[in-house]
């Protein structure tokens, strides 16, 4: 019998220091060769409250044995009206009205393109149907997602329609000026991420309060997508919590603590009224959105986020790791820290000065998987994405480890 092949994600090559994983505990990775490593990146950013919570997975197997597969159609179910209740009250103070499931952030994000046109549409604005989203966002990987998208994913090879896309610097309120002044009473949408988690960059203030001075003069949507800052991850609950409220906030990745195919959309009462009023279905109805089991997930996790002190435990590792990048900052100019609670980076740059190429990035992403590490290799830069209830301890560890890489690269080691 030969054994299955298959693709990891869109990467044909497999030798960056990767080894196939056999399993999990606590932190710790175990590989095919028998290594181990301290992940330092929640899975994929999803495992926010570390791997295998035992009571996120014994409230899934309680869904699958006894009201698997309701399905959300026309009825719903018990378990999905309890996730709503329960998102709309980890979301206070920002009071949305209603939750929509979908099955993966890029879905939610399709989801999102489609609702903002509808929006307009229902009030009579068919015109506005352009969404504006940042350079070098990452939303996702379906047609929709990729649509919003501003780092390059092979749009043009997919034939991604960008025709009514628009992406701005996230940090340039002068483009946001000259979009708005030319396609302002078109534009039906603008996506942010709070922290372009391509790079760790946190959207500054100032061009959030911009977006939000245009919504009053336009009436476009605002959409959060927070599938990887949400739950704690940069601090508070949602990082947009630092914002007026959006009227669309995304969710996925620690929504259910990774373990099921699950996002969300809370919505804001100006989307759920104008539905409502009109009466009209939102064609986005996918068979597993809403599942009892992801459900299950989403209120075992927020108990768990309550149960174990998340918001006090996150502030402490952000506390942790945003000394540790600054002490890999210290060690020469050519280490640039950015991020914001337990959600940064550190961006190389080469003896000439320029950002580090990927292919050395993948050779430092390797290094620190050989030496017990794993990061998250990010344009030009390691990230760092650890679980937001890491003992200290073996945070020291994990730190320890990725400073000898960095270290060794300074001086010239792995040059
Ligand atoms: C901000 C953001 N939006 C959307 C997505 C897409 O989510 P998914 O991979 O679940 O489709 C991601 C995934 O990394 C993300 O970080």
Aim: charged share 20%; with cysteine.
């Amino acid at each position: 019998m030969s054994s299955g092949d298959y693709f990891e994600f869109y990467l044909p090559s497999k030798d960056w220091g990767n080894v196939e994983a056999t399993a999990v505990q606590g932190n710790t990775i175990t590989f095919a060769d028998g290594s181990e490593a301290l992940c330092g990146i929640s899975g994929l950013w999803n495992a926010s409250l570390g791997y295998g919570n035992r009571a996120v997975a014994e409230a899934i197997n309680e869904a699958n044995l006894n009201a698997a597969t309701l399905p959300i159609f026309r009825r719903g179910s018990a378990y999905s009206r309890e996730a709503a209740t329960r998102l709309l009250d980890f979301a206070l103070p920002h009071e949305y009205a209603s939750v929509f499931y979908a099955t993966s952030g890029s879905s939610a994000l399709d989801a999102v393109v489609k609702l903002s046109r509808q929006f307009h549409d229902i009030a009579g604005n068919p015109k506005r149907r352009r969404i504006i989203s940042f350079t070098g966002s990452y939303h996702g990987v379906t047609m929709g997602a990729m649509a919003v998208t501003g780092s390059y994913l092979f749009q043009d090879v997919y034939q991604v329609d960008q025709r009514l896309h628009i992406k701005i610097p996230y940090d340039d309120q002068g483009a946001l000026d000259v979009v708005m002044k030319r396609f302002g009473s078109e534009v039906a949408a603008i996506i942010m991420e709070p922290v372009l988690g391509s790079g760790t960059l946190p959207v500054p203030a100032d061009i959030v309060d911009a977006v939000y001075a245009y919504r009053e003069s336009e009436g476009f949507l605002i959409v959060a997508d927070e599938v990887a800052t949400g739950f704690h991850r940069t601090g508070p609950k949602f990082a947009s919590h630092h914002w007026t409220q959006p009227d669309v906030l995304v969710l996925s990745k620690a929504l259910t603590n990774g373990t099921c195919a699950a996002s969300a959309l809370l919505l804001g009462h100006r989307v759920v009224d104008a539905l409502d009023q009109a009466q009209q279905v939102f064609w986005h109805g996918e068979t597993q959105a809403g599942s009892p089991q992801s459900c299950a997930a989403i209120v075992a996790t927020l108990d768990e986020i309550e149960r174990q002190g998340i918001a006090t435990s996150a502030a402490r590792v952000g506390g942790k790791l945003e000394g540790f990048v600054s002490g890999l900052e210290s060690l020469s100019p050519r280490v640039k820290a950015f991020g914001r609670g337990s959600f940064r980076a550190v961006q190389l740059f080469d003896e000439e000065g320029e950002v580090i190429g990927t292919d050395k990035v993948f050779e430092l992403v390797g290094e620190c998987r050989r030496r017990g590490a794993i990061v998250q290799p990010s344009p030009g830069a390691l990230q760092f994405v650890p679980a937001l209830n890491y003992p200290d301890a073996e945070l020291d560890m994990l730190f320890g480890r990725i400073q000898g890489v960095v270290a060794d690269y300074l001086g010239g080691k792995l040059a």
